[in-house]
């Protein structure tokens, strides 16, 4: 992983929360949301929790009394997230690094992780970590998405990049959100870390966007890739930007583009 990977900052973060959550995230974060009300968690832990997306649809999913931790690694994210969200005395927000998590041991009923586990350096340690702080029957449920050429919209995006930086091609997307998705390694990750009761799924959903320009924003400029861009020839964001919506409307046509997302979804137990 490279330095800037894990570098959600500068205007990164809205342009994360008003282009790509509604664009791929929201649909992912409602089945998270499903699957943690389905636990009826009295304490949950939200890792990487990023602008919330999933908070957002957790807090409309859960009852009253209980206790919500939001965490992510980077406070700019967290920001946008606590401003979009409704006062809610159950919430706590916390800057916290999912590699050295600042909780005790048994705290949590429920921890829940949406699209941050391809950005630990060391996954099996971070697992450790957090079956420390769940309790027994606790459950860690989180997703990752599957490989790129599973998801279209940023696979046609990044072969668009590879043409305008042929020698030194951005790979942020493949190296990075699109480079954990196999079960076996995921799995061996979760045993090593001491979880015995695994189920993994591959779920396929729709991304949408408006049109061609919007899906290029989102991707060149609401994610790590614009850093990226950026070390290359900072000069060139804008005809980056503008390079891939014309790759993306030339596939999809001037309108609204909808195409295949695919993610990994994980429930597990110690
Ligand atoms: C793709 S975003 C996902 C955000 C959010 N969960 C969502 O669904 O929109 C990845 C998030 O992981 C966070 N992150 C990266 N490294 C992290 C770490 N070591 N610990 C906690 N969060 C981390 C980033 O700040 C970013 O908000």
Redesign the pocket.
Same mark, same amino acid.
């Given at each position: 992983m490279s330095n800037t990977d894990?570098v959600?900052a500068g205007s990164i973060p809205k342009i994360y929360d008003d282009y790509l &959550?509604p664009m791929i995230?929201s649909v992912y @974060?409602e089945d998270l949301a499903r699957r943690v009300a389905a636990r009826s968690p009295a304490a949950l832990l939200e890792?990487? @929790?990023?602008?919330g997306? &999933?908070t957002r649809a957790v807090a409309a999913a859960l009852p009253r009394g209980i206790r919500y931790v939001v965490t992510?690694?980077?406070e700019p994210?967290l920001a946008v997230a606590a401003q979009r969200q409704a006062d809610d005395d159950r919430i706590i927000w916390r800057q @916290?690094? @999912?590699?050295a998590l600042p909780f005790g041991d048994a705290e949590f009923d429920v921890v829940c992780c949406?699209?941050?586990a391809m950005?630990?350096p060391d996954r099996a340690k971070a697992y450790g970590g957090i079956k420390r702080v769940l309790k027994g029957d606790g459950t860690f449920v989180f997703n990752v998405w599957d490989r790129i050429e599973d998801n279209v919209v940023t696979h046609e995006a990044t072969n668009a990049l590879a043409k305008l930086f042929p020698d030194d091609p951005p790979r942020f997307m493949v190296r990075t959100?699109h480079g954990y998705h196999d079960k076996s390694i995921i799995r061996a990750d979760l045993e090593r870390a001491g979880f015995r009761d695994i189920a993994i799924e591959t779920r396929s959903e729709i991304s949408r966007a408006p049109s061609a320009e919007y899906v290029a924003l989102a991707l060149c400029q609401g994610t790590p890739l614009r850093s990226e861009i950026e070390a290359r020839d900072a000069s060139k964001l804008q005809a980056a930007t503008d390079l891939v919506a014309e790759a993306i409307r030339a596939r999809h046509g001037s309108g609204a583009v909808e195409d295949k997302i695919q993610a990994i979804v994980i429930e597990a137990r110690p």
């Open positions: 894990k959600f &959550v995230f @974060a890792i990487a @929790a990023g602008t997306a &999933v992510d690694l980077n994210m @916290a690094d @999912a590699m949406q699209f941050g950005f630990f959100p």
